[in-house]
Structures are given as structure tokens and as C-alpha cells.
């Protein structure tokens, strides 16, 4: 018993009544995985047409056992003296390769049957961590984090999935039987493929991002429960929202303000800012301002033991930058030592002099000559 295609591409009624019978499905949507279609009796006669629409894939079953399937669109001739066909289409050689394997496996009924598997990327699957989860983020180490997102997959082995999951639908199977087996597996898979991008260097604010990579890590996390099983694959996990945990984001902030205020320049501008504060709240004191200002000073005489008054650091180092910015800008021209003639380049365009251009400290802005600055010590490269 086999599948014949005919010429046809279309059908109009006249037609339609000429045929034993004429079984068709409407397109399948994003929530319809599987249609179970058969006639009255049961029993699909032999040149009996069975369309596919695009995105379906129609297998053949007679008392459980597959007698053929197509992933071909188009609309075929049932020949019950024919062998089977198995219709190229995109599962071309996975029918062939999978025949001997699920051709005794399948639905257990004791009629003939179409089963029209949905094989369109299947999207808008909801997910989302009930509570914090343990991420190992390469710079801010252990924090536990909420993610919200959705997924989408497909089912890419139709023979794995009739067989195992939708063999005994009556009508249809939907997407909300089969997430209700399949949500939690999920989770914790997507758990062990955070984990994955982690140790991968993904730090936790990134993962939005990181669609395909989450996606391949799921689908190895999930090779066994779903592709092997199943016959389904994850196409992408998108992660619209993470949300540290109170305990996480406190840490998170001080680890940024202590990696900001490491450098000199921001340390003397929250030391400005916080002297500025300070005055404001000494000339309000309740106590009059003279003992405001008192306590100012004593603080001003702590933070410049500590850090040096902050805005004397400010001037020097606009002043640093001056510097910088005049000797870049005065090495621009070099004075050729032979020929006189003030060029740009590394060799003069009069006579051809290789010309010698000076170096400046990057940090002090000194003029250097050696591969150390005399100044204040710096590499020169």
C-alpha cells in the first residue's frame, strides 16, 4: 500500500464527488500538533485522494503499523497494490532511514488512519523561574537570578513523535497536552544551559543576547527526553527580562561602585560630590553652622591623609591633560635636522632623511627618550 502523487495541484468539487473518498486537513496552527483524520468506516479505499498542505506531514497508519508518509505538499492517489513510497520532501531520508525502526510502532488502533503532524516552528511557548536560580556569573560569582522569556520548537522526527507521544490521539493533540509533561523538563534543562553560558564568560546582564548559543545548549541538555524520544528540537529560547535578587543586586552595586571608584579620577569626583554635600548639610546644622563646618573640617583633614584634597587632584590632572594635548599636538610637524623642511611622516619628502619623532608619557605627558618616562616612571612603547 503506498502513496501516489497526482497531477493535480488543486481539487474543485465536482471532482471531490467522483472519489471514494478525499481526506484533507486545514492548515495547522500554532497550537495543533496532530489531526487524526479517517473515514466512516474506517477504512481508507483504495484510490482514495489525501491532500497535504504546506508545513504537514501525512503518515499512513493501518492497525498501528505505517504504511507511508509524505512531507510533500500536494494532494495523492491511496494504491493499495503499491509499495510504500516515502515522498521525498524535507524528511525525505529520515522516512527511509527510520522505516524498519517505527514501521510495528505505531498507534495502537485497529483502523486506517491519516495523522497530520504539524511540523512548523511551533512559537510563543511561555516559561519563567518560580524563584531565584543559581548563576555562576564570571564577574559578580554566585547570584541568583528570576528570568522570564519564551521559546519556540519543532518537531523535526514526526515518526518519534507519533509513536511516543501522539500515537493514541482520538481528534488532535495539541501544544497544551504536551507542554504539561514537557514544561518542567524544560526549566531544568534551561538551567543546565545557563549554567553552560556561564562558564562560557556570559555574564548574567548578557544573556538576552545569547539566543542561538542558549538554544544549543538546550538542545544537547535535552537530546534524550526530546530529540531521541520525542522527535522534537529547540529552535530558539528568548529571554526577555532577568531580574536579580535583593541579596544579588546589593552585591552587584557595591562590586560596580568599588571597580568605579578604583580609579583615581572618579574616587576624586565622589570625593568632590560628597564634599559638596557636606557643606550644604553643615550650613543647615541644627547647632548653628559654626559647629556644621567644625565636623567639615575635621572630615576634609581624614579624607586628604587618605586620598589628598580632591580637588587639587582635579587641576592636576586637567593640567595632565593640557600637557598631553600640546606635546601630541607639537609632534605632529617634525623639523627635518638636515634639510630643515617640516614634515608629517617618517621620512623627510625633500631628501629622504628618516625622521625621528618624539615621544610623550602617556600618563604625565613628558617628553620621553628612552623606553621608561624620567618623570614619573611609565613604559613608553
Known amino acids: 500500500m503506498g502513496l501516489i502523487k497526482s497531477a493535480f495541484t488543486s481539487i474543485n468539487s465536482t471532482l471531490h464527488d467522483q472519489w471514494e473518498e478525499y481526506i484533507t486537513c486545514d492548515s495547522l496552527d500554532n497550537d495543533t500538533l496532530v489531526v487524526k483524520k479517517t473515514t466512516e468506516n474506517g477504512i481508507i479505499s483504495n484510490k482514495s485522494r489525501i491532500q497535504v498542505a504546506p508545513g504537514q506531514v501525512a503518515l499512513i497508519f493501518d492497525s498501528g503499523k505505517i504504511l507511508d508518509a509524505t512531507a510533500e505538499e500536494g494532494i495523492y492517489t491511496f494504491d493499495s497494490s503499491s509499495s510504500p513510497s516515502l515522498f521525498a520532501g524535507q524528511f525525505g531520508g529520515m522516512f527511509k532511514e527510520m522505516w524498519e525502526r517505527f514501521k510495528y510502532n505505531g498507534a495502537p488502533s485497529k483502523e486506517q488512519a491519516v495523522f497530520y503532524v504539524n511540523t512548523k516552528e511551533i512559537i510563543d511557548n511561555k516559561f519563567g523561574s518560580s524563584t ?170 581624614a579624607g586628604a591623609s587618605m586620598v589628598g584634597n580632591p580637588l587639587d587632584y582635579v587641576k592636576q590632572n586637567e593640567a595632565k591633560k593640557e600637557v598631553k594635548e600640546e606635546k601630541v599636538t607639537s609632534n605632529n610637524g617634525v623639523i627635518c635636522p638636515k634639510c630643515g623642511s617640516q614634515e608629517t611622516g617618517n621620512f623627510c619628502s625633500k631628501c629622504g632623511t628618516k625622521l625621528e619623532k618624539k615621544k610623550f608619557c602617556s600618563k604625565c605627558g613628558s617628553e620621553v627618550t628612552g623606553n621608561f618616562c624620567s618623570n614619573c616612571g611609565t613604559k613608553v612603547e
Open 132 to 301: 531565584p536560580m543559581a548563576y555562576p556569573d564570571p564577574e559578580y560569582k554566585n547570584i541568583y537570578i528570576r528570568y522570564f522569556g519564551v521559546y519556540s520548537f519543532k518537531i523535526s522526527d514526526p515518526f518519534a513523535f507519533i509513536s511516543n507521544i501522539a500515537g493514541n490521539v482520538k481528534d488532535k493533540y495539541t501544544k497544551e497536552q504536551l507542554l504539561e509533561q514537557a514544561n518542567a523538563e524544560f526549566v531544568s534543562a534551561l538551567d543546565v544551559s545557563l549554567q553552560a553560558c556561564a562558564s562560557e564568560g556570559v555574564i548574567f546582564s548578557s544573556l538576552p543576547s545569547k539566543q542561538l548559543l542558549i538554544a544549543k545548549h538546550m538542545n544537547e541538555a535535552l537530546d534524550d527526553s526530546w530529540r531521541q524520544l520525542r522527535g522534537m528540537e529547540i529552535v530558539s529560547v528568548a529571554i526577555e527580562k532577568i531580574t536579580p535578587d535583593d541579596e544579588s543586586r546589593e552585591r552587584i552595586q557595591k562590586f560596580d561602585n568599588a571597580s568605579m571608584y578604583s580609579r583615581s579620577e572618579y574616587a576624586a569626583g565622589r570625593m568632590v560630590d560628597a564634599t559638596a554635600t557636606a557643606m550644604e548639610n553643615a550650613a543647615s546644622n541644627e547647632n548653628g553652622a559654626g559647629t556644621g563646618f567644625m565636623g567639615l573640617g575635621m572630615m576634609n583633614m
